[in-house]
């Protein structure tokens, strides 16, 4: 039976969702599988996996998303590559989401990805999202032999595209710049209609047109470098996003807005691991101030968070996503 994701994916109501660890050391199957089906019995609507293949060694751009300009970890280290790792979580689960936040778009073929994504589509029933990013890493491209660099957001848009074409098109035709394609057939075609959901990531000007003109969603990651996004910041950018889309003349409303972040909820006052300065940073406190600031994003339009549970230990995961599902989501889980 067909899944019409966009209506579903556009009610009124307020879903939350949780990055798991693609890297690193808790990127194991078996820590993998408990935190997924942890999510899925708390109720949380999605998880989400991120993006890299290979690893510079040598490098002429900084890690953007820690203030050090490393990443964490550095080069020698696993990282599940993410189209792989949502089809074992989509076995692991049965209600849950998953999706990729986000793909870069540019590093492989979009023939071949358009196929990986209806595939998990039709196995998953129905439960796959996509994220879809330019990048930002020189080197990462060099390795890959992707498109240029220069050209990544032009490649993207166009790729996007060719995958709605494919997903969609009984005799799919395609004359693009970067790609052409006519006289196939790519069946089966994804259970949701008319194609799995499709989230923009970035709050660049380039991102923010594509999210209005291509998107389903606009996927932002905010509360860290190199984006701020605190509510009034992510306002202004969210016009910015529903002009474009009208612009286009697709309907603003229709591009849902979601804010990915990292999220700290703090055990009850009097337990040993209560922290002592509850200091100024959204989402991170007592359930009391982590409620307040999701209303706040709420006001302003966000209705898909998704979640980086902060800690490296996976008790303290668990332990975050069970005060929230408990103490935080009953108050915020309506649009308000």
Known sequence: MKRDAHAAQNTRSVEFGVSLPSRGPLAKARTLTRLARKAEALGFACVTVSDHVVLPTRTSSPYPY???GHMPGGAQQDYLEPLVLMGWLLASTRRLRVGVSVLVVPYRNPVVTAKQLAVLDV????RVFVGCGTGWWPEEFEALQAPPFAARGAV????????????????PAFEGKYYRIRDVTMLPR??????PPIWIGGHTAPAIRRAGELGDAWHPIGLRPPAGLTPDEYAEKAREVRGHAARVGRDPDAVRLTFRAPLEVWPTRGSKKHPRDEGPALLRGPAVKVIQDIRTYQA???????FDVVGQDPEDIVGT???FAREVRPAVARRR
């Open 66 to 68: 820690h203030p050090s």
């Open 123 to 126: 196995l998953s029933g129905g």
């Open 156 to 171: 993207t848009d166009e790729y996007i595209r060719l995958m709605v074409e494919l997903w969609t098109k009984d005799t």
């Open 190 to 195: 994804p259970v949701q209609t008319p194609h």
């Open 300 to 306: 302003v339009g966000v209705r898909s968070f998704v």
């Open 321 to 323: 996503m069970e005060r």
